[in-house]
Nanobody
Framework: QVQVVESGGGLVQAGGSLRLSCAGSGRTYAVGWFRQAPGKEREVVAAINRSTGYTHYADSVKGRFSVSRDNAKNTVYLQMNSLKPEDTAVYFC???????????????????WGQGTQVNVSS
């Protein structure tokens, strides 16, 4: 059984930075970060293949967000810089055990989900 737990959310002013962590148990092939703002559908933010380091970013966060992994700690990070009010959302970490190549970029590509962590960006 795989479990993932997010941490690191909070309140930050526009232009600021936050780093989210996704701590996992069990062996996984890829980890994705998703977010859901009030009244909106959940969307992918970034994803990473934990073996190769292949990454994917949503267009809205390219150049501002960076996903990385520390396999020794079984943890994936989402570094968020130059935050904007429109980045306000609940951020979810998700993991999938098996796969090849680039990480999944859709919700149904992942089997295990965390409970989410709130990120609020004030203007």
């Amino acid at each position: 059984q795989v479990q993932v737990v997010e941490s690191g959310g909070g309140l930050v002013q526009a232009g600021g930075s936050l780093r989210l962590s996704c701590a996992g148990s069990g062996r996984t092939y890829a980890v994705g970060w998703f977010r859901q703002a009030p009244g909106k559908e959940r969307e992918v933010v970034a994803a990473i293949n934990r073996s190769t380091g292949y990454t994917h970013y949503a267009d809205s966060v390219k150049g501002r967000f960076s996903v990385s992994r520390d396999n020794a700690k079984n943890t994936v990070y989402l570094q968020m810089n130059s935050l904007k009010p429109e980045d306000t959302a609940v951020y979810f970490c998700a993991a999938v055990r098996a796969g090849l190549g680039f990480p999944p970029t859709v919700e149904n590509g992942y089997d295990y989900w965390g409970q989410g962590t709130q990120v609020n960006v004030s203007s």
